[in-house]
């Protein structure tokens, strides 16, 4: 049964990120993920200013990072979020984004290394065990314990894109979060995190396989596409070459749009999106069109999906949307 989250980027004010994370609430999606970038407002702040409004959605960062912040530090802040929401935490942590960290003046170094390292001291601590003197490459413990109890279990999501980050995440994680829109990315992604849940002897059933979209409804087609072309700009100025050369776009053209982008260029950066990048990199359309789309992610085997930025061109529409009209078909 496919499971429907929603993520919203704490750029807009709290109230209205709480207000629209209620209504996700009360329209029964499963999960709600607030991004964790230093420049919007504060992660846990949000997300706990959330638990206070809703009683059944689960909740937590999509995705934090192990460089920013020290593992101990995220294995409190999330066991205090489960602790305020009674029990509906959930952690996303991944590598990061290379160019906010380096902007920071934090080196992009060993990303596989440090997350898996980061995972396995949070995971430990978690489980209520003092880390001390680990040894690791990147997170050398000399000794870490939480003091106070909640409820325990904490899922931990792993946010992958790259081949040997899907397979860490497979073997890892209790989800993956996979930044892509299209069945290509998935029949690529799946084999990878499948490589990883058979290296752990584990089951394809114990990993909920997340598409992180850039999605957008709305009762017109060129509604909804128009909202998607601000984020497909930007996925496509940043995502690796292979994956560009797997949907047939021209390097070219991304390297035109990461120029515009570079230089404050919004709007021809937005201008020069092509429909084959939207149709890559978005899920777009009205809610039937949706339904046909999020059905054929479904076959090649993912199991939650995230309607990430924009949504659609009106949040609250398209959450309402979303749940009268597309949830109900699966």
């Given at each position: 049964?496919?499971?429907?989250?929603?993520?919203?980027?704490?750029?807009?004010?709290?109230?209205?990120?709480?207000?629209?994370?209620?209504?996700?609430?009360?329209?029964?999606?499963?999960?709600?993920?607030?991004?964790?970038?230093?420049?919007?407002?504060?992660?846990?702040?949000?997300?706990?200013?959330?638990?206070?409004?809703?009683?059944?959605?689960?909740?937590?960062?999509?995705?934090?990072?192990?460089?920013t912040v020290?593992?101990?530090?995220?294995?409190?802040?999330?066991?205090?979020?489960?602790?305020?929401?009674?029990?509906?935490?959930?952690?996303?942590?991944?590598?990061?984004?290379?160019?906010?960290?380096?902007?920071?003046?934090?080196?992009?170094?060993?990303?596989?290394?440090?997350?898996?390292?980061?995972?396995?001291?949070?995971?430990?601590?978690?489980?209520?065990?003092?880390?001390?003197?680990?040894q690791m490459?990147?997170?050398?413990?000399?000794?870490?314990?939480?003091?106070?109890?909640?409820?325990?279990?904490?899922?931990?999501?792993?946010?992958?894109?790259?081949?040997?980050?899907?397979?860490?995440?497979?073997?890892?994680?209790?989800?993956v979060l996979?930044?892509?829109?299209?069945?290509?990315?998935?029949?690529?992604?799946?084999?990878?995190?499948?490589?990883?849940?058979?290296?752990?002897?584990?089951?394809?059933?114990?990993?909920?396989?997340?598409?992180?979209?850039?999605?957008?409804?709305?009762?017109?087609?060129?509604?909804?596409?128009?909202?998607?072309?601000?984020?497909?700009?930007?996925?496509?100025?940043?995502?690796?070459?292979?994956?560009?050369?797997?949907?047939?776009?021209?390097?070219?053209?991304?390297?035109?749009?990461?120029?515009?982008?570079?230089?404050?260029?919004?709007?021809?950066?937005?201008?020069?999106?092509?429909?084959?990048?939207?149709?890559?990199?978005?899920?777009?359309?009205?809610?039937?069109?949706?339904?046909?789309?999020?059905?054929?992610?479904?076959?090649?085997?993912?199991?939650?999906?995230?309607?990430?930025?924009?949504?659609?061109?009106?949040?609250?529409?398209?959450?309402?949307?979303?749940?009268?009209?597309?949830?109900?078909?699966?």
């Amino acid at each position: 049964m496919m499971r429907f989250g929603v993520e919203f980027v704490p750029e807009e004010p709290v109230e209205k990120i709480v207000n629209l994370a209620s209504l996700a609430d009360s329209l029964d999606f499963d999960n709600v993920w607030i991004t964790d970038h230093y420049n919007n407002r504060s992660v846990y702040i949000v997300l706990s200013k959330i638990a206070e409004k809703t009683s059944q959605i689960t909740l937590g960062p999509g995705v934090t990072n192990p460089y920013t912040v020290n593992p101990a530090e995220t294995a409190s802040t999330i066991a205090t979020l489960d602790n305020i929401s009674d029990g509906r935490a959930v952690l996303g942590i991944g590598p990061g984004d290379k160019t906010t960290l380096n902007s920071l003046g934090i080196e992009w170094d060993k990303p596989l290394t440090r997350t898996k390292e980061a995972i396995e001291v949070i995971e430990r601590l978690l489980a209520g065990e003092e880390v001390q003197c680990e040894q690791m490459d990147k997170h050398d413990m000399k000794r870490a314990k939480l003091n106070f109890e909640f409820k325990g279990d904490i899922p931990i999501y792993i946010g992958a894109q790259g081949p040997n980050m899907l397979k860490m995440a497979g073997e890892n994680g209790d989800g993956v979060l996979v930044n892509a829109s299209h069945p290509k990315d998935f029949h690529f992604a799946i084999d990878r995190i499948e490589e990883g849940i058979e290296e752990a002897n584990r089951s394809i059933e114990d990993v909920d396989i997340t598409a992180y979209t850039s999605f957008s409804v709305a009762e017109e087609t060129e509604k909804a596409k128009k909202a998607v072309l601000p984020p497909v700009a930007f996925i496509v100025a940043s995502v690796n070459e292979k994956i560009l050369e797997r949907h047939g776009i021209s390097f070219e053209k991304a390297e035109e749009i990461q120029k515009h982008l570079d230089g404050g260029d919004y709007g021809e950066a937005f201008a020069s999106v092509t429909d084959d990048m939207v149709d890559a990199f978005a899920l777009y359309g009205t809610p039937e069109e949706c339904v046909r789309k999020i059905k054929e992610l479904e076959d090649s085997g993912v199991t939650q999906l995230v309607s990430g930025s924009p949504i659609g061109p009106n949040k609250e529409e398209a959450i309402r949307m979303i749940s009268e009209e597309i949830i109900p078909s699966f």
